[in-house]
């Protein structure tokens, strides 16, 4: 089991950036796959990119490609999201979440953490 906290959220001007983290407990960090999944209000909540165990491999929706980057330390049992660029559609609840595997379900979730663009 593994437990999720997300970091890093806050309010930034549209073109700015900002970096969540996702720090996990347990010492099995490097066996789950991590997403970034993100909610607006009013919206249901969407993927938004994903890493593999070792790192060497990541998957991204279209509108965020380019922009933002994921990443991983499994030394320090942390996932990132490098958020570049950001536009206001951005604005969310940002969640980072824990899957055994590749088509997997999504087993373990953080809280979230509120990210606000401003135009």
């Known amino acids: 089991q593994v437990q999720l906290v997300e970091s890093g959220g806050g309010l930034v001007q549209a073109g700015g950036s900002l970096r969540l983290s996702c720090a996990a407990s347990?010492?099995?960090?490097?066996?789950?796959?991590v997403g970034w999944f993100r909610q607006a209000p009013g919206k249901e909540r969407e993927f938004v990119t994903a890493?593999?165990?070792?790192?060497?491999?990541?998957y991204s929706r279209d509108s965020v490609k380019g922009r933002f980057t994921i990443s991983r330390d499994n030394a320090k049992n942390t996932v990132y999201l490098q958020m570049n660029s950001v536009k206001p559609d951005d604005t969310a609840v940002y969640y980072c979440?824990?899957?055994?595997?590749?088509?997997?379900?999504?087993?373990?979730w953080g809280q979230g953490t509120q990210v606000t663009v401003s135009s």
């Open positions: 890493i593999s165990r070792s790192g060497d491999s990541t």
């Open positions: 979440a824990a899957s055994e595997g590749v088509g997997l379900p999504y087993s373990y």
């Open positions: 347990g010492r099995t960090f490097n066996s789950y796959v």
